[in-house]
């Protein structure tokens, strides 16, 4: 398997698998990125356009982080004008399950807040 030249070494990284994580991913747009990565692959535009609020700079700069780390990978075309594409690599396919069991909890949360709400009015 080859990665990224530009991957921190192991000592570089937190002791703790969990902080490992989340500084790789633990940031909200890196998170929705990654999101819309596990569905398909995107081109940046749509990428952007489907993330409402989110900048140029820090869509370019969340990517160029994931892409470091061995996460996303960039397809450019070379051709004008231009066309990139972004796809999770083999190491980022691996966070699909990560991100799964993250919705289903904020799924869970929502329905026992709901259920929370609808006992408080009764």
Do not use: H
Not at 43 to 65: D, H
Not at 102 to 112: D, I, L
């Amino acid at each position: 398997m080859c990665y990224n030249t530009d991957m921190k070494a192991k000592s570089e990284l937190p002791e703790c698998p969990v902080a490992t994580t989340v500084a790789l991913i633990g940031s909200k747009w890196k998170l929705l990125i990654l999101r819309n990565l596990s569905e398909r692959t995107w081109r940046f535009n749509e990428l952007q356009k489907s993330l409402e609020g989110i900048s140029q700079k820090v869509l370019t700069t969340s990517l160029r982080e994931l892409e470091s780390a061995g996460i996303v990978s960039r397809k450019d075309y070379g051709t004008n004008p231009p066309k990139v594409e972004y796809s999770l690599t083999a190491m980022g396919i691996r966070l699909k399950s990560l991100l799964d069991d993250m919705a289903s909890f904020g799924n869970y949360y929502k329905n026992e807040i709901q259920s929370s709400i609808m006992d408080q009015k009764s």
